[in-house]
């Protein structure tokens, strides 16, 4: 019987040594995996670090984006305006230039006449015709200015057609802009797509 009692304590020591092994090797595959959780947990949260960064600096974009946006609108409004009142002013003037030029016929046709009937009175004729002369200069004056408010109109017209090619491309830009963060923003919907 003695002998039987250490035997029966080797065994046991034996059972609780491959009890020890297998609780060591079970425990050093837990710490692994919890080792390689952590470091998943880790990068998600530098992922979402990163994510977070991007939004927002997407949205001081989206900001910077509306203010221009509402910069060129003013200034397409702006230069609408000026536009209309140059145009204004270029029916008028041309109104002025068509009285302008009937006049000038008028005086000319009588000076014809006043020639043609009446060549003694010399002195009138020479009084009238420096008078056709100061008309002529006021004509040549105003097809200058005409010529000038022609090339303005033409200029802010070009600078009209600029702008809205900017304002258009600014309009897409952020279009895109808003389907990248919404992309962004709902990743779920953007994989449905």
């Given amino acids: 019987m003695k002998k039987w009692l250490p035997n029966l304590l080797l065994v046991w020591s034996i059972v609780l040594c491959v009890l020890i092994a297998i609780q060591w090797v079970r425990e050093a595959r837990l710490r692994g995996l919890l080792q390689a959780e952590q470091v998943e947990v880790?990068?998600?949260?530098?992922?979402?670090?990163?994510?977070?960064?991007?939004l927002k600096l997407m949205e001081s974009e989206v900001k910077r984006l509306d203010g221009l946006k509402a910069e060129l609108t003013e200034q397409g409004a702006k230069t609408s305006k000026d536009l209309s009142g140059l145009q204004r002013e270029l029916a008028e003037t041309e109104r002025k230039l068509r009285q302008a030029e009937m006049a000038s016929e008028a005086y000319k046709k009588a000076l014809d006449d006043a020639n043609a009937n009446i060549k003694a009175q010399n002195a009138a004729v020479l009084a009238q015709?420096?008078?056709?002369?100061?008309?002529?200069?006021?004509?040549?004056?105003?097809?200058?200015?005409?010529?000038?408010?022609?090339?303005?109109i033409q200029k802010v017209a070009k600078e009209r057609n600029d702008m809205v090619e900017k304002y258009n491309q600014l309009v897409k830009d952020y279009e895109a802009l808003v389907k990248r963060l919404e992309e962004a923003a709902n990743p779920k919907a953007a994989e449905k797509k």
């Fill in 42 to 54: 880790q990068t998600r949260d530098k992922k979402l670090g990163e994510v977070e960064g991007r």
């Fill in 129 to 152: 015709n420096q008078q056709i002369e100061k008309q002529n200069e006021v004509v040549r004056q105003q097809n200058a200015s005409i010529e000038q408010l022609n090339t303005q």
